[in-house]
């Protein structure tokens, strides 16, 4: 037989919004440390006749590693639009119910075999219409948050400079924008400091981004404003997420 051995597959893509994220936290299995983790399922809109003419929708699931992972789920809010750039994996996933594996009589925990994408390139695009929407009505946005060089616009950056600070909370449900899911399992353990512990899992712990794609870097704490909305431990809330 000829040819190649091996199969290349990617998928490079635009346009695809934020349907809801999950986020698990930096831990150790077994002595081995393993990168926090955020996993993104993505509206894609496929052009057809389907809904009048409007097309269909599809759901996929993206994941992003290390650093990365805290940044977006703090930053990727529910209808986000943003391009990639990832590779294939395919892996056998746990079942869960009301985020509980679930278990088989015997106790085998109960897994499914899984695809997902891990995003080697990610630029963040515009914001949900209805996600601002919420936040203008709710008072969690100023009004006049994108007119340049309004003090509203100002406060709005010290806001989004107080998001991106929330550090991860383990008794919070949230992080972020993302729902928290526990690691759990025979060897887990916490995250080992580095020099500790055994090589870190095979996956990138950070993700080339483009700089120009407004994704905030984590930075210090800023004065909250005063009119600022409460940021509750280890999440925000925020209308219709």
């Known amino acids: 037989m000829s040819g190649s051995a091996r199969t290349l597959v990617r998928l490079d893509g635009s346009g695809f919004r934020v349907a809801s994220t999950n986020f698990t936290p930096e831990h150790s ?3 081995k440390n393993i990168s926090a983790k955020l996993e993104i399922n993505a509206y894609m809109n496929i052009a057809s006749s389907a809904n009048g ?17 805290h940044t977006c789920a703090k930053s990727m809010s529910r209808g986000k639009e943003f391009h990639l750039e990832s590779r294939p994996r395919v892996s056998d996933k ?27 390139k990610l630029i963040f695009g515009s914001e949900s219409e209805k996600f601002i929407a919420d936040e203008l009505q709710a008072g969690v946005r100023p009004t006049n948050w994108n007119v340049a060089g309004h003090p509203e616009n100002l406060q709005w950056k010290e806001i989004l400079k107080a998001r991106q600070a ?29 020099g500790n512990a055994n090589a870190t899992a095979g996956v ?28 509750a431990p280890g999440g925000f809330v925020v209308p219709g997420v």
Do not use: C, M
């Not at 009301?98 to 897994?111: E, I, M, Y």
């Not at 990138?204 to 909305?229: E, G, K």
């Open 29 to 31: 299995k077994n002595g």
């Open 53 to 69: 003419g409007q097309g269909r929708s599809e759901v996929l699931k993206f994941t992003v590693w290390g650093k990365l992972a």
């Open 94 to 120: 746990r079942v869960f119910h009301n985020r509980q594996p679930v278990q088989l009589a015997d106790g085998t925990v109960l897994t499914t075999k899984a695809v997902s994408f891990t995003i080697e």
């Open 166 to 194: 929330v550090q991860f909370d383990p008794a919070s449900p949230t992080y972020g924008y993302a729902n928290v899911i526990l690691p759990q399992g025979p060897g887990i353990g916490a995250f080992i400091p580095q």
């Open 204 to 231: 990138p712990a950070s993700v080339a981004v483009n700089p120009a794609a407004n994704v905030v870097a984590p930075a210090t704490a800023p004065a909250t404003p005063a009119t600022a909305p409460a940021v």
